[in-house]
């Protein structure tokens, strides 16, 4: 098992670009999850899925489209980039619920110039 | 009422020492209580995790204290080697309902040789 993947491990974007962080997993898992980390902010949810084709907005969705159309697949579009989106992106899957363990990716290292 | 409160937000320890970390919560619903470690460059990875049912729960050098009284847990972690070195997130959550995992801030933990 790979567990969780996401690709690419490093982005250096110029403002008002758009992306799509990849995040794929081969638990079975139906929920799934993006976060962000910031430095002394914790993991803050963006978006998640509690299964394929549902999704919904999380604590920071503003400029992040999600969609799920496969149980392993989750990608994060951001819209137009912006420096505020600087960060360390996540992507996380859980088996029974968005309560229980998060099984992580290595994260996506997103630079907005 | 959602937040986790963690504490401190680095932590330098000697070899051999004791880490303590500390977390607070306030929603009394919360009933799943993981602490997370992530090594520099990768994901967060679950530690150790505990229920409210008990008081406290060991694996190997790591144990989590837990008072439901005053809403409190921490981690503590004995014998702390320099592979320890990491951050450390707490977080709470609701196993049943759709409720997601909340995260404390994370405390930056450092052994020294």
């Not at chain 1, 819209?79 to 600087?86: E, G, K, M």
Request: glycine share 10%; proline share 5%.
């Amino acid at each position: 098992n790979a567990g969780v993947t996401q690709t690419p491990k490093f982005q250096v974007l110029k403002t008002g670009q758009s992306m799509t962080l990849q995040c794929a997993q081969d638990m079975n898992h139906e929920y799934m999850s993006w976060y962000r980390q910031d430095p002394g902010m914790g993991l803050r949810l963006i978006h998640y899925s509690v299964g394929a084709g549902i999704t919904d907005q999380g604590e920071v969705p503003n400029g992040y489209n999600v969609s799920r159309s496969t149980t392993e697949d989750f990608p994060l579009r951001l819209l137009s980039a912006a420096p505020s989106q600087t960060s360390v992106y996540f992507c996380a899957s859980s088996f029974k619920g968005l309560g229980e363990t998060q099984y992580f990716g290595p994260g996506t290292r997103l630079l907005v110039l | 009422q959602q937040q986790v409160k963690q504490s401190p937000q680095s932590l330098i320890v000697q070899k051999g020492g004791i880490s303590i970390i500390n977390c607070a919560y306030e929603n009394t619903a919360f009933d799943y209580f993981p602490w997370y470690q992530q090594f520099p460059g990768k994901g967060p990875a679950l530690l150790i995790a505990i229920r409210p049912d008990v008081s406290e729960k060991k694996e190997g050098r790591f144990t989590i204290s837990f008072n439901k009284s005053a809403k409190q847990f921490s981690l503590h972690i004995m014998d702390s080697q320099p592979g320890d070195s990491a951050t450390y997130f707490c977080a709470a959550s609701i196993l049943s309902g759709g409720f997601k995992t909340i995260f404390g801030a994370g405390t930056r933990l450092f052994v020294k040789a």
